[in-house]
């Protein structure tokens, strides 16, 4: 890689109680590419993503974000500084409007009056269902009207890192198709991705490189394409 | 119904009673009690409804602003208007640094916090008798003047309540619709979601939490004018269960909510006097069957129903003409 990361995590642990979730993890992102993380159930995927946003605290190790520790900054400052997430399971705000939603999004943009209308503008373009939708409560939306709901929220924040936890969760599998080819899409007009997915291959379909998590420790990192290609990842995560 | 039309249909309410009943004891007496508790209901609402944090401890801020101004006018001579703000600092201040630990819990343990939050001023209230003349209370506060005009009728004194009332109703409408209310909403559904959309979580809740604060200070100011008496009584613990009543009784979460919860549950004790003994049986009989038939609030549960019924009617239900602004 020629630039220097965009996001760099070094040596990350992170402990709930006395019970520790993350062991030393290191990672880098560089600009403009799409990462995936794969893993099953409980290996520490949304912990990871928790600690990068700080929504759960690190016990070790740093987090730097265009070359600024980030560690230890409060979950709004990171938002501010461009990390947005999507959350697992979408986490949209049930009994406000779908409108009032993505203005939420954009809580740290509220300078950029110009920017925000355009790019909610845009967000609607890229969700025609949620403009025709714009008044609902975002509760009453189906789960993947939901997920293209919390994608576009964090596009508002105007992230320059998006990190995306599980966004085929609970899909039908139509429907993830249709998510992760959005998510292919924004990565390729610009947005840094770094993706969390228990669907290794759906995920590693579309990305650049990945990392494979098993018990809150990168067991492998490789190229996308040589990860689907490897005989351990195929028998553990892609099942043939 | 627009948040705009229900503002003007309020305060036309507001201005038409007296004239159109004048003399009236409802309207003179009780509508004013109601339009105090109509501005604590409106600033726990902030709180309970719209953040989320549930206090059962409002009526203490309510009592500190009352006690603040009986105290400072009656003791150390003090004009009532900067005894008024005095309250309002001291409650804001308390407010603002009991937030941060307090706002901590959620749930359950925030109940009980506020709640002994409350027990304590009350306990306050009645053991310094030099200061505040324990359980007997202050008297002989003067009431409030403008430039002259002195505050000294019942119907003067509706003028001024419901005039703060509209105020404070419609800075809450202002304030729910803007940025720092729609982080208050978002707070409500979940705090995590909330922090990932760059939300201050802890800042918002201490604004809101002050917020609620000063505004029950300041109806606690008007109320010790007006009734030129306190009490311990008048901000105890059962006060402050009345007040979550009002809110839940009118529907969380929605500012004519709490203003009718209040006006219902200030009016209705009063009416229901014509049953004597079977009084407190009945109000607790139309509370339980409001609650039953009714879960989101009478008012809420009201407005959702003429929705249903005039949508029934209109020839395209579902689809909204309106555009994304």
Redesign the interface.
């Known amino acids: 890689m020629p630039s220097d990361p965009m996001l760099k995590v070094s040596s990350v642990s992170t402990h709930y109680g006395p019970v520790q979730a993350l062991h030393g993890i290191s990672m880098e992102v560089y600009p403009g590419e799409l990462v995936a993380i794969v893993g099953a159930n409980g290996a520490g995927k949304t912990t990871l993503l928790h600690t990068l946003s700080r929504v759960q605290n690190a016990s070790a190790g740093q987090v730097w974000f265009d070359g600024m520790e980030i560690t230890r900054l409060p979950p709004h400052k990171i938002v501010a500084a461009g990390v947005c997430q999507v959350p697992e399971g979408r986490q949209v705000f049930a009994p406000l409007s779908v409108d009032d939603n993505l203005r939420l999004g954009g809580f740290t943009q509220r300078k950029d009056h110009h920017w925000f209308e355009q790019e909610l503008e845009r967000v609607y373009d890229l969700f025609p269902i949620l403009k025709e939708k714009w008044q609902q409560a975002a509760g009453t939306l189906s789960g993947g009207q939901q997920q293209m709901l919390a994608i576009g929220r964090a596009l508002l924040g105007r992230p320059r890192l998006l990190l995306l936890d599980e966004p085929s969760m609970g899909l039908a599998p139509l429907l993830v198709e249709e998510i992760f080819r959005i998510i292919q899409q924004l990565n390729e007009q610009g947005v840094t991705i770094l993706l969390v997915e228990q669907n290794a291959r759906a995920a590693l379909g579309i990305a650049d490189r990945g990392y494979v998590l098993e018990t809150g420790s990168v067991v492998l990192s490789a190229k996308a394409d040589e990860l689907l290609e490897d005989e351990a990842v195929r028998r553990a995560y892609l099942g043939y | 119904m627009s948040q705009r039309k229900g503002f003007y249909l309020l305060t036309l309410l507001v201005v038409l009673l007296p004239l159109l009943f004048p003399d009236n004891y409802f309207v003179t007496v009780v509508a004013v009690s109601a339009g105090l508790n109509a501005i604590l209901a409106v600033s726990l609402n902030l709180l309970m409804g719209y953040a989320g944090q549930i206090s059962l401890g409002h009526a203490a801020f309510f009592g500190m602003g009352a006690y603040t101004s009986a105290i400072l006018t009656t003791k150390f001579a003090w004009n009532p208007w900067p005894a008024m703000v005095a309250g309002m600092i001291l409650t804001g201040t308390i407010a603002f640094f009991m937030a941060r630990p307090v706002l901590k819990l959620k749930g359950h343990y925030l109940a009980m916090a506020t709640l002994g939050f409350g027990i304590i001023i009350n306990i306050i209230l009645v053991q310094a008798v030099g200061l505040t003349g324990g359980p007997d209370g202050l008297g002989e506060i003067p009431t409030l003047s403008f430039f002259g005009w002195q505050v000294d009728t019942d119907l003067r004194w509706y003028i001024v309540i419901g005039s703060c009332m509209l105020l404070v109703v419609w800075l809450a409408l202002n304030l729910i619709n803007s940025?720092s209310g729609?982080?208050l909403?978002?707070l409500?559904?979940?705090e995590?979601?909330?922090?990932?959309?760059?939300?201050?979580?802890t800042a918002t809740k201490t604004g809101v939490f002050v917020m609620a604060a000063l505004i029950a200070s300041l109806a606690g100011s008007l109320f010790a004018h007006q009734q030129s008496f306190v009490s311990p009584d008048s901000c105890d613990f059962f006060f402050s269960i009345e007040l979550v009543t009002m809110v839940v009784l009118g529907g969380m979460?929605s500012t004519y909510g709490a203003v009718f919860g209040a006006i219902v549950l200030t009016f209705l004790p009063e009416l229901l006097v014509v049953f004597e003994d079977f009084e407190v049986m009945i109000f607790g009989a139309i509370l339980m069957s409001m609650m039953i038939f009714l879960p989101q609030g009478m008012f809420v549960g009201m407005q959702n129903l003429l929705q249903r019924l005039t949508h029934r009617r209109s020839a395209l239900p579902g689809e909204?003409p309106?555009?994304?602004?």
């Open positions: 940025r729609r982080a909403r978002a409500h559904g979940s995590v979601a909330a922090e990932m959309m760059g939300i201050d979580t979460a909204d309106n555009e994304p602004a």
